[in-house]
T-cell receptor
Framework: EADIYQTPRYLVIGTGKKITLECSQT?????MYWYQQDPGMELHLIHY???????EKGDLSSESTVSRIRTEHFPLTLESARPSHTSQYLC?????????????FGDGTRLSIL | AQKITQTQPGMFVQEKEAVTLDCTYD???????LFWYKQPSSGEMIFLIY??????QNATEGRYSLNFQKARKSANLVISASQLGDSAMYFC????????????FGPGTRLSVLP
């Protein structure tokens, strides 16, 4: 049973629209992540957060922004969607600091910009 | 520099046979963890198995085992008795204790199990 939830699961929307992808977790994890992944390809870290009011850019430059006002919530926003933003977006969380526990992933949002 | 290498973009295996998926890694941190994930076509990431750098024994979880060769910096995933449902992308990942602590993923291997 998933403890990290992403909505929507699928989104098809026109160019220029503002989009917010939702991610929530119930495990109390301090660290959260957003990855971008094209079908069958590797994951690219685009944003992460160490906790409330902390956000950092990942290895792949992204036009998206994130916020972390509550521990459990880590939404990703695209102010003006473009076809190049078409991809799958995966949210994940993990314990802060190092542990042998894996990241927990949501089911992902498949985004298509027309 | 690429920290995780998975040299097999695609692999085929006959149902009920065993298969090994390769993973090599690069780190100067003496403390790290290695993780394998499975991603079916539906897109979710499923955690399979973990190996710590100081673990003396190879990790096992059901049909999954990790062939950990620390000196060679390899952490190959072995799936025994393959099933059709094992067809998926498989990602190797590493988390360093002292350097950033973010998870670093390899490019993945697509496994196809043939009936």
């Amino acid at each position: 049973e998933a403890d990290i939830y992403q909505t929507p699961r699928y989104l098809v929307i026109g160019t220029g629209k503002k989009i917010t992808l939702e991610c929530s977790q119930t495990m109390g994890h301090d660290k959260m992540y957003w990855y971008q992944q094209d079908p069958g390809m590797e994951l690219h870290l685009i944003h992460y957060s160490y906790g409330v009011n902390s956000t950092e850019k990942g290895d792949l430059s992204s036009e998206s922004t994130v916020s972390r006002i509550r521990t459990e919530h880590f939404p990703l926003t695209l102010e003006s969607a473009r076809p190049s933003h078409t991809s799958q977006y995966l949210c994940a969380s993990s314990e802060a600091g190092y542990s042998n526990q894996p990241q927990h992933f949501g089911d992902g949002t498949r985004l298509s910009i027309l | 520099a690429q920290k995780i290498t998975q040299t097999q973009p695609g692999m085929f295996v006959q149902e009920k046979e065993a298969v090994t998926l390769d993973c090599t890694y690069d780190t100067s941190d003496p403390s790290y963890g290695l993780f394998w994930y499975k991603q079916p076509s539906s897109g979710e990431m499923i955690f399979l198995i973990y190996q710590g750098s100081y673990d003396q024994q190879n990790a096992t979880e059901g049909r999954y085992s990790l062939n950990f060769q620390k000196a060679r910096k390899s952490a190959n995933l072995v799936i025994s008795a393959s099933q059709l449902g094992d067809s998926a992308m498989y990602f190797c990942a590493m988390r360093e204790v002292n350097y950033g602590q973010n998870f670093v993923f390899g490019p993945g291997t697509r496994l196809s199990v043939l009936p």
